[in-house]
């Protein structure tokens, strides 16, 4: 008779091959856990000493991984001829008619606190994990557990059998094959057992994570051929490589929730230094944030933080230094910087504070720049004007609806400043288009646009607002209307050279006593006020000044007469001297009382304009809150 059952010496020889490729496939991490071959009294001792770790029933569940027995799951009288004749490598296929119902994001992890390959790894299904396995995906698998991946009760897709098999075509993977049934007539859910819907297929997740290459379960494509899973599951189960991974899984899981791994104090270190840095730069933060609120300077004239503390080293340093006293973790680090060398790290230095504004200054304008995309329509206004450094800077504002709620408001948010290129009307549109697309806004959304009232912004054949009115007609020109009445007043001014001398009088008028504080003293004593400065830009500061001297005008007179008494130098008495003349003469008398009746009127006109502007707010309002509701 035949031989069926191979040989209890053949059977040696090959368990013990086996047992040699199972040790060679072992990952880099596991070499340094205790690894018991053929008992489960390793894992048991260890659980048995964590006071975290598993209760009984965990323990139980644990024991079918290494146990060994015969046959497991589901036996049928097809799977047991199955058995019986030789394995012939056969195609299988797929159904195509059917679907796996599984979503995209229930199998989707980013996980925010993992390391950086582990960012974008889909962890919820064991057909898409990383190979070959890194250290750091196998620690955050562990500590997850295979509940997560096992998909028990997802829809399995059937298997068609293709050739001329004569056992049916069609097999059909079912829940039942996930439990094992115990000699008492129990059944035991074998964790290790995990599908994937995206393959199709069953795989290990021990062997999967610590490396099996003997065994189809921990392969690239799984195991999905279903007319074997009988008796293919349970001799997998009895494998001694699977009994090795499957108690190096528990034992590191065990090791991971008493953090008893070898590496565990100096994760401990790393985490506490980690912790430390980031409540320094979160301080520092609060501290730039404060400064950057209130507008205030953030270098002094010395910045040396281990020099004398007597000088001003700034308001950000000072500001350091005044916490410190209140926050021991603040004060240890500074007494660090001071105590140690020159190249340790502080995170105080000009270069941190500008990164620190930077990144503000970018996280405000993209929080603005996502408020106007989601109202759409959005305003424009652009402004020039040189800085200190005489280069010529424009200045972007963008105005639009923001609604929160019942909440409506037109809001006006400054978004950057940048330097033109040119001064025409050609450059400044490039430059403003330009800058409106790389915010991340349609031009075509654009509903207005306003500017100063010089030509080349405000012409309406070649100016900016021309241009721009020529790729998109509805972005409507609306010059500043204050803008224009003061141009106005500035023009009709300048028409008669009787009401430019006025003016001048005025200006040197207040030159004259601002250039002293002698003089200052003498005018305030005698008036009580001030004499104030004409300037261009804004007409209510003429109406001011002409107001002052109006209601002064003797007292004014008083204090020039003093100051040319021969007691003081002869700059000043040549300078009270020339202003007695000017203001005593007929023409400026003449227009002293003719702009002290038109002045009120244009400076009440631009008070009102301006309050019309906060109603059409308002109105504005009210419309979308009614639009809303």
Same mark, same amino acid.
């Given at each position: 008779?035949?031989?069926?059952?191979?040989?209890?010496?053949?059977?040696?020889?090959?368990?013990?091959?086996?047992?040699?490729?199972?040790?060679?496939?072992?990952?880099?991490?596991?070499?340094?856990?205790?690894?018991?071959?053929?008992?489960?009294?390793?894992?048991?001792?260890?659980?048995?000493?964590?006071?975290?770790?598993?209760?009984?029933?965990?323990?139980?569940?644990?024991?079918?991984?290494?146990?060994?027995?015969?046959?497991?799951?589901?036996?049928?009288?097809?799977?047991?001829?199955?058995?019986?004749?030789?394995?012939?490598?056969?195609?299988?296929?797929?159904?195509?008619?059917?679907?796996?119902?599984?979503?995209?994001?229930?199998?989707?992890?980013?996980?925010?606190?993992?390391?950086?390959?582990?960012?974008?790894?889909?962890?919820?299904?064991?057909?898409?994990?990383?190979?070959?396995?890194?250290?750091?995906?196998?620690?955050?698998?562990?500590?997850?557990?295979?509940?997560?991946?096992?998909?028990?009760?997802?829809?399995?897709?059937?298997?068609?059998?293709?050739?001329?098999?004569?056992?049916?075509?069609?097999?059909?993977?079912?829940?039942?094959?996930?439990?094992?049934?115990?000699?008492?007539?129990?059944?035991?859910?074998?964790?290790?057992?995990?599908?994937?819907?995206?393959?199709?297929?069953?795989?290990?997740?021990?062997?999967?994570?610590?490396?099996?290459?003997?065994?189809?379960?921990?392969?690239?494509?799984?195991?999905?051929?279903?007319?074997?899973?009988?008796?293919?599951?349970?001799?997998?189960?009895?494998?001694?490589?699977?009994?090795?991974?499957?108690?190096?899984?528990?034992?590191?899981?065990?090791?991971?929730?008493?953090?008893?791994?070898?590496?565990?104090?100096?994760?401990?270190?790393?985490?506490?230094?980690?912790?430390?840095?980031?409540?320094?730069?979160?301080?520092?933060?609060?501290?730039?944030?404060?400064?950057?609120?209130?507008?205030?300077?953030?270098?002094?004239?010395?910045?040396?933080?281990?020099?004398?503390?007597?000088?001003?080293?700034?308001?950000?340093?000072?500001?350091?230094?005044?916490?410190?006293?209140?926050?021991?973790?603040?004060?240890?680090?500074?007494?660090?910087?001071?105590?140690?060398?020159?190249?340790?790290?502080?995170?105080?230095?000009?270069?941190?504070?500008?990164?620190?504004?930077?990144?503000?200054?970018?996280?405000?304008?993209?929080?603005?720049?996502?408020?106007?995309?989601?109202?759409?329509?959005?305003?424009?206004?652009?402004?020039?004007?040189?800085?200190?450094?005489?280069?010529?800077?424009? =200045?972007?504002? @963008?105005?639009? $609806? %923001?609604?929160?709620? +019942?909440? &409506?408001?037109? /809001?006006?948010? *400054?978004?950057?400043?940048?330097?033109?290129?040119?001064?025409?009307?050609?450059?400044?549109?490039?430059?403003?288009?330009?800058?409106?697309?790389?915010?991340?806004?349609?031009?075509?959304?654009?509903?207005?646009?306003?500017?100063?009232?010089?030509?080349?912004?405000?012409?309406?054949?070649?100016?900016?607002?021309?241009?721009?009115?020529?790729?998109?007609?509805?972005?409507?020109?609306?010059?500043?209307?204050?803008? =224009?009445?003061? @141009?106005?007043? $500035? %023009?009709?001014?300048? +028409?008669? &050279?009787?009401? /430019?001398?006025? *003016?001048?009088?005025?200006?040197?008028?207040?030159?004259?006593?601002?250039?002293?504080?002698?003089?200052?003293?003498?005018?305030?004593?005698?008036?009580?006020?001030?004499?104030?400065?004409?300037?261009?830009?804004?007409?209510?500061?003429?109406?001011?000044?002409?107001?002052?001297?109006?209601?002064?005008?003797?007292?004014?007179?008083?204090?020039?007469?003093?100051?040319?008494?021969?007691?003081?130098?002869?700059?000043?008495?040549?300078?009270?001297?020339?202003?007695?003349?000017?203001?005593?003469?007929?023409?400026?008398?003449?227009?002293?009382?003719?702009?002290?009746?038109?002045?009120?009127?244009?400076?009440?006109?631009?008070?009102?304009?301006?309050?019309?502007?906060?109603?059409?707010?308002?109105?504005?309002?009210?419309?979308?809150?009614?639009?809303?509701?």
């Amino acid at each position: 008779m035949k031989r069926v059952k191979e040989s209890g010496a053949e059977f040696r020889k090959k368990r013990a091959k086996k047992a040699a490729d199972a040790k060679k496939s072992q990952g880099a991490l596991l070499k340094y856990f205790s690894s018991s071959s053929g008992s489960k009294a390793t894992l048991t001792s260890s659980v048995a000493s964590c006071s975290s770790g598993s209760d009984s029933s965990a323990q139980e569940e644990d024991v079918p991984g290494v146990a060994v027995g015969s046959s497991s799951g589901p036996t049928t009288e097809q799977g047991q001829d199955e058995v019986d004749s030789p394995d012939v490598p056969q195609a299988s296929s797929h159904k195509p008619a059917e679907k796996v119902n599984v979503a995209k994001e229930d199998i989707i992890e980013i996980v925010p606190s993992a390391p950086a390959e582990v960012k974008d790894v889909n962890l919820d299904d064991v057909g898409c994990w990383p190979s070959p396995m890194t250290d750091e995906v196998r620690t955050l698998l562990v500590r997850r557990g295979s509940d997560s991946v096992q998909h028990i009760d997802s829809k399995f897709a059937d298997v068609v059998r293709s050739g001329t098999s004569t056992k049916g075509g069609t097999r059909k993977l079912t829940k039942e094959w996930f439990y094992k049934p115990l000699s008492n007539g129990e059944k035991v859910l074998r964790t290790w057992l995990v599908y994937s819907p995206l393959k199709q297929s069953l795989y290990c997740f021990s062997c999967k994570l610590f490396g099996n290459s003997g065994s189809n379960f921990a392969s690239e494509e799984g195991f999905n051929k279903w007319w074997k899973l009988n008796p293919r599951i349970g001799d997998h189960e009895n494998n001694l490589g699977h009994e090795q991974s499957f108690l190096k899984w528990k034992e590191l899981e065990v090791c991971l929730n008493c953090k008893a791994t070898i590496d565990q104090k100096q994760q401990e270190v790393f985490e506490s230094e980690e912790k430390k840095w980031r409540d320094v730069l979160y301080r520092l933060l609060n501290i730039i944030q404060f400064l950057a609120k209130q507008n205030l300077a953030f270098r002094g004239h010395r910045e040396d933080i281990r020099g004398d503390d007597s000088g001003n080293r700034g308001n950000f340093l000072e500001l350091v230094h005044l916490l410190a006293e209140y926050d021991p973790l603040l004060m240890e680090h500074l007494t660090k910087i001071k105590l140690g060398a020159r190249v340790s790290v502080s995170y105080l230095s000009p270069e941190t504070q500008n990164e620190f504004i930077n990144l503000l200054g970018q996280q405000v304008r993209s929080t603005i720049i996502r408020r106007i995309q989601k109202a759409k329509y959005y305003c424009v206004i652009f402004d020039s004007t040189p800085d200190i450094s005489h280069n010529d800077q424009m =200045s972007q504002v @963008l105005r639009y $609806v %923001h609604i929160e709620g +019942e909440k &409506v408001a037109v /809001v006006e948010s *400054f978004i950057d400043f940048f330097q033109p290129k040119g001064k025409n009307a050609e450059d400044l549109s490039n430059d403003i288009i330009a800058k409106i697309t790389s915010d991340g806004l349609d031009i075509q959304n654009l509903r207005g646009q306003a500017y100063d009232n010089a030509a080349t912004m405000s012409g309406i054949h070649n100016g900016v607002q021309a241009r721009i009115k020529a790729l998109n007609p509805k972005a409507l020109f609306v010059a500043c209307t204050n803008h =224009s009445l003061n @141009l106005a007043g $500035v %023009h009709t001014a300048s +028409e008669s &050279v009787n009401s /430019v001398t006025f *003016f001048g009088i005025l200006e040197k008028l207040f030159a004259f006593f601002s250039a002293s504080t002698v003089r200052w003293n003498a005018l305030v004593a005698v008036t009580g006020q001030a004499v104030k400065r004409v300037t261009e830009t804004r007409w209510s500061a003429r109406h001011v000044a002409v107001k002052m001297l109006k209601n002064k005008f003797e007292g004014v007179l008083e204090v020039l007469e003093q100051l040319t008494d021969s007691s003081q130098t002869s700059e000043t008495r040549s300078g009270a001297s020339l202003l007695l003349t000017a203001m005593q003469s007929f023409n400026f008398l003449t227009f002293l009382g003719f702009w002290a009746a038109v002045l009120p009127e244009v400076d009440d006109a631009q008070i009102y304009l301006q309050q019309r502007g906060l109603s059409v707010d308002k109105c504005a309002q009210k419309l979308c809150a009614l639009k809303t509701s």
